[in-house]
Nanobody, 124 residues
Framework: QMQLAESGGTLVQPGGSLTLSCTAS???????????MGWYRQPPGKQRELVAH???????NYAHSAKVRFTISRDNGKTSMYLTMNNLQPEDTALYRC???????????????WGNGTLVTVSS
C-alpha cells in the first residue's frame, strides 16, 4: 500500500529558507504520476490550510500568503514532492503535511490520505 512521509522540517530563523520533501513509498512513478498533490499546514491552535498544490501536469497554485515566497514541485521518478520556502516568518510555524488528490490548476480536491507531517518552527 502507498504511504506518504514528510521530511525536512526543523527550527529556522526568520528570513531563512527551507525545503520540505514528501516521498511516497509502496508505489511506483507511474502510479504516483496520476495524483495531484498538496501541501497543507496547521499552525499551533489554528485551522489546517492548503498552502499549495500541484497537478499531474505540473500546474501550480498557492495560497495568498505563500504565492511569492514558496515553490511547490514534484519529481515523479523519485515519487516525491517538494515545498521550497523562502523568507520564512514566525507565522509560517506549523505542522506541514502532504496529501494526494485530484483537480486542476484552479482547484484541488484532496483525498483523505496523509503523511504524518513535519514540523517547521520559525523563531530567532
Amino acid at each position: 500500500q502507498m504511504q506518504l512521509a514528510e521530511s525536512g522540517g526543523t527550527l529556522v530563523q526568520p528570513g531563512g529558507s527551507l525545503t520540505l520533501s514528501c516521498t511516497a513509498s509502496g508505489t511506483d512513478s507511474g502510479i504516483f504520476s496520476i495524483y495531484a498533490m498538496g501541501w497543507y499546514r496547521q499552525p499551533p491552535g489554528k485551522q489546517r490550510e492548503l498552502v499549495a498544490h500541484i497537478t499531474t501536469s505540473g500546474g501550480t497554485n498557492y495560497a495568498h500568503s505563500a504565492k511569492v515566497r514558496f515553490t511547490i514541485s514534484r519529481d515523479n521518478g523519485k515519487t516525491s514532492m517538494y515545498l521550497t520556502m523562502n523568507n520564512l516568518q514566525p507565522e509560517d510555524t506549523a505542522l506541514y503535511r502532504c496529501n494526494v488528490g485530484y483537480g486542476n490548476t484552479e482547484s484541488y480536491y484532496p483525498m483523505d490520505f496523509w503523511g504524518n507531517g513535519t514540523l517547521v518552527t520559525v523563531s530567532s
